[in-house]
């Protein structure tokens, strides 16, 4: 297919662009994807988290977080024929200093998951597989870390089932894959939109100054979102630099999150992450600042203080001022939807993401409540 017979241009080729038009694919969409090499772009750099659990959201910011991570296993099993190592991380255990003292703070702290996601067995059927009977997030003491993960210093914990972490590197790969080979999707990934025009219809020019048009543009190019001229408004997108590391390590069999820092142990490393800096599109990697995730680590798991550092490098973080995206329609035109701006959470908000901004694409029932991430949030005037 060829892209002037798309019916939707996905504007951005990480994970929100390659998820959502894999969902275009799916359902026979004629799709057409534009990327570019961004030095730093989150999707690749990420750690993979997929913690909901995690902070403090509104109910319904968290059902639309919950409902993403109940989405996952059979999205992954969909995806695993593109990347066959691709596996989901199970369990992530909290060892930050929001912990309460006692385990009857629990239950109101951190609502089951069941109870947050009350649509789920019509609008996402794999739910039960996500959260299994008997699986809730639940109150450890130091003796109960100790023997869950050896290497962690003994504290007390909350251990979330249902949370984890997935390899991201893979899951971007399999998506690429997916979208690559769907006889309905084209994808570019060296000529990005520089920019649009919606006075006659919905039409983009690329870098190479290629001009396309479609029904609908969706932009979901991440922190550069807002680099693409022509959009009806200013996007409050901004670049959120973090710095990572990975050790050369086994000694963890579960994610972690501390008070500042948090480690994802894939195959035979640990990623580390992360620092948060508003430092535009810079990506260099400051040595002091690993040495100061590299001591965190340290006093979570002890053992870390023999483990050759393996790399070190930087991501850039789609921020907006409230941290959640920008999901949904331009209040002035139905044929720009935004999928934008998911600051940390853009692995784990992919597939109710994709599912969401497919549905808005076509015309069809949204099976998730995309409401609280409209852009109007940042409107001072209509």
């Known amino acids: 297919m060829s892209a002037e017979n798309a019916d939707v241009i996905v504007i951005g080729d990480g994970v929100i662009g390659l998820s959502t038009a894999f969902e275009l694919g799916r359902g026979g969409v004629r799709c057409s994807v534009f990327g570019a090499v961004n030095h730093g772009a989150a999707s690749g750099a990420a750690?993979?988290?997929?913690?909901?659990?995690?902070?403090?959201?509104?109910?319904?910011?968290?059902?639309?977080?919950?409902?993403?991570?109940?989405?996952?296993?059979?999205?992954?099993?969909?995806?695993?024929?593109?990347?066959?190592?691709?596996t989901l991380l199970e369990g992530l255990l909290d060892v930050s200093f929001l912990i309460p003292s006692s385990p009857s703070a629990i239950p109101k702290l951190i609502p089951s998951a069941p109870s947050v996601i009350p649509s789920a067995p019509s609008v996402i059927p794999s739910a039960p597989s996500v959260i299994p009977s008997g699986?809730?997030?639940?109150?450890?003491?130091?003796?109960?870390?100790?023997?869950?993960e050896p290497g962690v210093s003994p504290r007390r914990a909350?251990?979330?089932?249902?949370?984890?972490?997935?390899?991201?590197?893979?899951?971007?790969?399999?998506?690429?894959?997916?979208?690559?080979?769907?006889?309905?999707?084209?994808?570019?990934?060296d000529d990005p939109v520089i920019s649009i025009d919606l006075a006659s219809g919905a039409r983009i020019r690329t870098q190479s100054g290629a001009v396309h048009e479609a029904e609908r543009l969706i932009i979901a190019a991440g922190a550069w979102s807002p680099h693409v001229t022509g959009l009806p408004r200013q996007l409050p997108v901004v670049p959120l630099k973090g710095q990572m590391l990975a050790v050369r390590s086994t000694a963890l069999q579960h994610a972690v999150m501390g008070d500042a820092i948090y480690l994802v142990p894939r195959r035979d490393e640990i990623v580390i992450g992360a620092t948060a800096e508003h430092a535009g599109f810079d990506t260099t990697v400051a040595p002091e600042s690993i040495e100061a995730l590299r001591r965190a680590a340290i006093e979570l798991v002890p053992a870390l203080a023999d483990a050759p550092i393996t790399r070190t490098w930087a991501g850039i973080r789609p921020a907006t001022p409230d941290m959640l995206p920008i999901l949904g329609p331009d209040p002035s035109s139905n044929r720009l939807?935004?999928?934008?701006?998911?600051?940390?959470?853009?692995?784990?908000?992919?597939?109710?993401?994709?599912?969401?901004i497919a549905a808005l694409a076509t015309g069809d029932e949204v099976p998730l409540d995309v409401s609280p991430f409209s852009v109007r949030r940042f409107l001072t005037a209509e």
């Not at 913690?51 to 910011?61: E, F, W, Y």
């Not at 699986?135 to 869950?148: E, I, N, P, T």
């Not at 909350?158 to 994808?187: E, H, K, M, Q």
């Open 135 to 148: 699986a809730r997030d639940r109150f450890l003491s130091a003796d109960d870390v100790s023997r869950l």
């Open 158 to 189: 909350v251990f979330y089932p249902n949370d984890g972490a997935i390899d991201n590197g893979l899951l971007v790969r399999a998506l690429r894959r997916a979208v690559a080979s769907s006889p309905s999707c084209t994808l570019s990934s």
């Open 337 to 356: 939807l935004y999928a934008c701006g998911h600051s940390k959470n853009g692995i784990l908000l992919a597939p109710a993401t994709a599912i969401s």
């Open 47 to 86: 750690a993979g988290l997929l913690a909901p659990s995690i902070g403090k959201l509104r109910p319904d910011v968290k059902t639309f977080f919950d409902a993403s991570l109940a989405l996952y296993p059979a999205w992954v099993d969909e995806l695993r024929q593109y990347e066959p190592e691709l």
